[in-house]
């Protein structure tokens, strides 16, 4: 659902499985000490119990009135029988036929039980089985040994567990539903807004809003209140747009009127330092004309009414007209400056003057920007159904914010110092040049360093 990060809805599941996970972990050990305690509570009645009954048929039948009632299977399998008379030898054995590891463990260094008391006995074997003996005097002086394995009660715990794990599984899957529908409900409106911001960051007219998210009223409110926000900022911005149209408009006809009475000085004077004057101010109003054209042109390219003069040419052999004028800038500052082909060329229609308008704002940025000894390469890119004019070079790069800024209006790159000249129309009118077209533009960082911008024509195939 989210781009470059591990989805909320996995995260939520994992967050919810855990701690199930964690609950149930804990009511498992819980339980399980219970039922242990529980287990060795009801063994030792057991035990004391069997050894009553067992006493009593001692005293009155001897140990083969105890085995008669022993052998004839009133007994579990976990549990075993030993009698010892008066003289210490065992007078009966009875060992657990199903668990032949259990045997008897020499208690001979302990004292017998006084009379009336049960001595208790634990000894562990392997795999967790257990053997818990109750041990009592006989009034003749024997000993009565009684004892009772785990086997039954790890069974028992067992069948616990394995429910228990069931029961996890259950409610793991019940608990998943709420997450999904959390996700639908709160999840996706916010995707929505994280989309439509970024549909606004690409906007340039600042036209797109965000939707409300009808079914949570703190987004719905966050949506609105940040779309009467961006209304504000597009009221001013279009003002802001409006102002400095009008006042390009209103600048123009002004600097006509004065750049013809400066041609007149330039003629009529006979002062050569005047003369010189006069051209200079010429050179700052021509300047400031092209300043003001390009203002005007980049405003009918966005507003997709800009006129353009379109003729069919050869496109490759424009861009080489173009890159063999700067081939001479190119070598003054040491650069290598290439140019490329690719594909299969077709004809292209597009208005010649605004083309050559834009591919050299780029060609005069790039050239700007490598550092002599750096590369700069423009290659002509046939698609099907496209054209691609790429000017690539070896200079200092684009910051990420730069990638999208730079193609704004009165917008600069990171790279560009105060000594450099230019107020940021250059890349803003190529947008402009491209959108006119009907194409687009774009930029990137090179991997091996560098930057790449492009512009993107649409052409229909035809015989070239």
Same mark, same amino acid.
């Given at each position: 659902?989210?781009?470059?990060?591990?989805?909320?809805?996995?995260?939520?599941?994992?967050?919810?499985?855990?701690?199930?996970?964690?609950?149930?972990?804990?009511?498992?050990?819980?339980?399980?000490?219970?039922?242990?305690?529980?287990?060795?509570?009801?063994?030792?009645?057991?035990?004391?119990?069997?050894?009553?009954?067992?006493?009593?048929?001692?005293? /009155?039948?001897?140990?083969?009135?105890?085995?008669?009632?022993?052998?004839?299977?009133?007994?579990?399998?976990?549990?075993?029988?030993?009698?010892?008379?008066?003289?210490?030898?065992?007078?009966?054995?009875?060992?657990?036929?199903?668990?032949?590891?259990?045997?008897?463990?020499?208690?001979?260094?302990?004292?017998?039980?006084?009379?009336?008391?049960?001595?208790?006995?634990?000894?562990?074997?392997?795999?967790?089985?257990?053997?818990?003996?109750?041990?009592?005097?006989?009034?003749?002086?024997?000993? !009565?040994?009684?004892?009772?394995?785990?086997?039954?009660?790890?069974?028992?715990? @067992?069948?616990?567990?394995?429910?228990?794990?069931?029961?996890?599984?259950?409610?793991?899957?019940?608990?998943?539903?709420?997450?999904?529908?959390?996700?639908?409900?709160?999840?996706?409106?916010?995707?929505?807004?994280? /989309?439509?911001?970024?549909?606004?960051?690409?906007?340039?007219?600042?036209?797109?809003?965000?939707?409300?998210?009808?079914?949570?009223?703190?987004?719905?409110?966050?949506?609105?209140?940040?779309?009467?926000?961006?209304?504000?900022?597009?009221?001013?911005?279009?003002?802001?747009?409006?102002?400095?149209?009008?006042?390009?408009?209103?600048?123009?006809?002004?600097?006509?009127?004065?750049?013809?009475?400066?041609?007149?000085?330039?003629?009529?004077?006979?002062?050569?330092?005047?003369?010189?004057?006069?051209?200079?101010?010429?050179?700052?109003?021509?300047?400031?004309?092209?300043?003001?054209? @390009?203002?005007?042109?980049?405003?009918?390219?966005?507003?997709?009414?800009? /006129?353009?003069?379109?003729?069919?040419?050869?496109?490759?052999?424009?861009?080489?007209?173009?890159?063999?004028?700067?081939?001479?800038?190119?070598?003054? /500052?040491?650069?290598?400056?290439?140019?490329?082909?690719?594909?299969?060329?077709?004809?292209?229609?597009?208005?010649?003057?605004?083309?050559?308008?834009? !591919?050299?704002?780029?060609?005069?940025?790039?050239?700007?920007?490598?550092?002599?000894?750096?590369?700069?390469?423009?290659?002509?890119?046939?698609?099907?159904?496209?054209?691609?004019?790429?000017?690539?070079?070896?200079?200092?790069?684009?910051?990420?914010?730069?990638?999208?800024?730079?193609?704004?209006?009165?917008?600069?790159?990171?790279?560009?110092?105060?000594?450099?000249?230019?107020?940021?129309?250059?890349?803003?009118?190529?947008?402009?040049?491209?959108?006119?077209?009907?194409?687009?533009?774009?930029?990137?960082?090179?991997?091996?360093?560098?930057?790449?911008?492009?512009?993107?024509?649409?052409?229909?195939?035809?015989?070239?």
């Amino acid at each position: 659902m989210f781009r470059r990060r591990t989805s909320s809805i996995w995260k939520l599941s994992g967050m919810m499985l855990g701690v199930i996970a964690a609950a149930m972990g804990l009511m498992w050990l819980l339980t399980s000490w219970a039922l242990q305690r529980s287990f060795d509570e009801v063994g030792r009645a057991i035990i004391l119990d069997d050894l009553g009954e067992y006493g009593v048929l001692y005293e /009155k039948g001897g140990a083969a009135g105890v085995a008669a009632l022993f052998t004839a299977g009133t007994h579990e399998h976990d549990q075993i029988l030993r009698i010892i008379d008066p003289d210490g030898k065992v007078a009966l054995e009875v060992l657990a036929p199903d668990e032949p590891e259990v045997t008897w463990p020499d208690l001979s260094q302990l004292s017998p039980p006084p009379s009336g008391e049960t001595q208790w006995h634990r000894t562990r074997f392997e795999h967790g089985l257990v053997l818990t003996i109750g041990r009592q005097s006989t009034k003749d002086g024997g000993e !009565l040994w009684f004892g009772r394995t785990n086997t039954l009660d790890r069974q028992a715990i @067992d069948r616990v567990h394995n429910l228990s794990l069931i029961a996890f599984c259950v409610t793991a899957l019940i608990a998943i539903g709420p997450v999904f529908w959390f996700a639908n409900r709160v999840l996706r409106p916010v995707s929505s807004l994280i /989309k439509g911001a970024h549909l606004l960051a690409n906007d340039s007219n600042l036209g797109h809003r965000l939707e409300s998210a009808a079914s949570i009223p703190e987004l719905r409110d966050f949506s609105e209140a940040f779309n009467l926000t961006l209304d504000r900022i597009q009221v001013l911005t279009e003002e802001l747009e409006a102002a400095n149209d009008q006042l390009a408009h209103e600048l123009r006809t002004p600097l006509a009127r004065v750049r013809g009475n400066i041609e007149r000085i330039v003629t009529r004077s006979e002062n050569p330092e005047n003369r010189e004057d006069a051209a200079r101010s010429l050179e700052e109003i021509d300047r400031a004309t092209h300043l003001i054209h @390009d203002i005007l042109s980049i405003r009918a390219g966005d507003s997709r009414t800009m /006129k353009l003069q379109l003729e069919t040419l050869s496109l490759s052999d424009l861009v080489r007209e173009i890159c063999e004028l700067y081939s001479a800038a190119a070598e003054e /500052k040491n650069l290598l400056f290439e140019f490329l082909i690719t594909g299969e060329e077709a004809m292209v229609t597009l208005d010649r003057q605004r083309f050559q308008q834009a !591919l050299c704002n780029l060609l005069d940025n790039a050239l700007s920007y490598t550092p002599a000894g750096g590369e700069v390469e423009v290659e002509v890119i046939f698609e099907e159904n496209s054209v691609v004019v790429a000017v690539r070079d070896t200079g200092p790069g684009l910051t990420e914010e730069d990638v999208e800024r730079i193609w704004r209006r009165f917008s600069r790159g990171s790279a560009a110092s105060a000594s450099t000249p230019g107020i940021g129309l250059g890349l803003s009118l190529v947008r402009a040049v491209v959108a006119a077209h009907g194409g687009e533009i774009g930029s990137a960082n090179l991997p091996e360093g560098g930057a790449d911008f492009w512009m993107r024509f649409p052409i229909e195939r035809g015989d070239p």
